[in-house]
């Protein structure tokens, strides 16, 4: 990828040497930091060059009378303050994002929609459609809804309007994305404002993997920090049943939705923080939610786990090193090497996969496989 805002903007700071570059940087400081616990060579995954994200979000600026996207500026040093800067291209987004770009800020003008807008978020399908959230510093009214209404017929989108305490919605607040996933296709409810894998390809890599690491496991799935059901769906044909958690709402409440949408049976989703979910399973307290879960009926001997930034804390890794099978996908490698060094007391990593999600960022995301030691 060729980006004429190379060096300046904050969004791409790994990109000496292109995309090869600072994918072997990556490996390079992968195999470093973890060189205590590679057993065999890591998995590499790619991301494509460009062309890669199907949700952004940029900032509008506004030039005199003129509305233009800007991102941040990258810091030269801790002393510098950052600042904006105006985009002419980003060829990170898909290219249904890229052609809408200009499109929308001159039908933007034409109607008049501008007045205190100060961001722009895109959310978009493989198959091209679009939800775009416009940002406002001010109450949007029934002629702002109006004007915005044109706007999605002329271009074929969905519009979200936010404001404090506000929005309006146009269309729809999410997209249906179809990912092919070991050779099969799954279909997933994706919501604006609410977090997904904005790297489909990679991300169908990173599922795939995931589920080949169960290759040889039998019996029900455990999984923390499911989300929206990213992996539950497709774990979903490999396990008799699976028992999920998650603590937000709308992410249940979405995977629910895909459940039903890929005809799966044999999940049952609980709405509990982690930290709850094991208290529940070790009788240390009793939770209403849940009540209607018979656990006795389940065969736990794997889990999956797919925590935050932060990883998972002491007791969710003591938890999780009861199962025979651990399969851990991290965002952070920071966290997940603090976590093995607890969970490898009890357990051997098997394999272990780096996946490219955020192309010349310094981010990255990786998968472990750990069995217990017998």
């Known amino acids: 990828m060729l980006c004429e805002h190379f060096g300046l903007c904050g969004s791409c700071i790994n990109t ?69 800067f105006f985009i002419n291209e980003c060829p990170q987004v898909n290219e249904y994002i890229e052609a809408l770009m200009p499109k929308l800020l001159v039908e933007i003008e034409k109607y008049q929609l501008g007045s205190k ?74 919501i604006e404002n609410s977090f997904t894998q904005p790297n489909a390809k990679v991300n169908e890599n990173m599922v795939t993997w995931a589920i080949k690491q169960f290759e040889h496991c039998s019996g029900d799935l455990l999984e923390l920090y499911c989300g929206a059901g990213n992996f539950t769906i497709p774990f979903a044909r490999k396990f008799n049943k699976i028992l999920a958690t998650e603590i937000s709402k709308s992410s249940i409440n979405a995977a629910k939705t895909n459940m039903d949408l890929n005809d799966i049976s044999n999940v049952e989703f609980v709405r509990m923080s982690v930290e709850d979910f094991v208290q529940a399973l070790d009788g240390v307290r009793e939770f209403r939610r849940m009540k209607e879960i018979d656990i006795k009926s389940y065969a736990l001997n794997n889990i999956f786990v797919d925590p935050p930034r932060s990883g998972m804390d002491e007791a969710s890794c003591d938890f999780a090193a009861r199962h025979d099978t ?49």
Not at 46 to 67: C, N, T, V
Not at 158 to 169: A, H, L, T, Y
Not at 338 to 365: C, G, K, W
């Open 16 to 84: 000496e040497g292109g995309y090869e570059g600072q994918l072997l940087r990556k490996v390079e400081k992968i195999k470093n930091d973890f060189k205590n616990y590679i057993k065999d060579e890591i998995s590499i995954f790619q991301s494509p060059d460009s062309h890669y994200r199907a949700r952004s979000e940029f900032k509008l600026w506004h030039d005199g009378d003129i509305m233009r996207y800007a991102m941040s500026r990258v810091k030269k040093d801790s002393n510098d303050k950052g600042g904006v």
């Open 117 to 190: 807008l100060f961001g722009v978020d895109f959310l978009s399908a493989s198959d091209g459609k679009i939800v775009v959230s416009l940002l406002y510093h001010r109450k949007l009214d029934d002629a702002w809804q109006s004007e915005a209404t044109k706007i999605s017929n002329i271009l074929n989108i969905s519009i979200i309007g936010r404001s404090r305490k506000q929005k309006v919605i146009i269309g729809t607040d999410y997209v249906i994305e179809t990912l092919t996933i070991d050779n099969e296709s799954y279909q997933f409810k994706q």
């Open 326 to 374: 651990i399969v851990y996908i991290s965002c952070n490698p920071t966290t997940l090497l603090r976590d093995l060094e607890r969970l490898s007391q009890t357990h051997t990593v098997e394999s272990m996969a780096l996946f490219d999600q955020f192309a010349y960022t310094n981010h990255i995301e990786m998968g472990v496989k750990l069995q217990r030691k017998f």
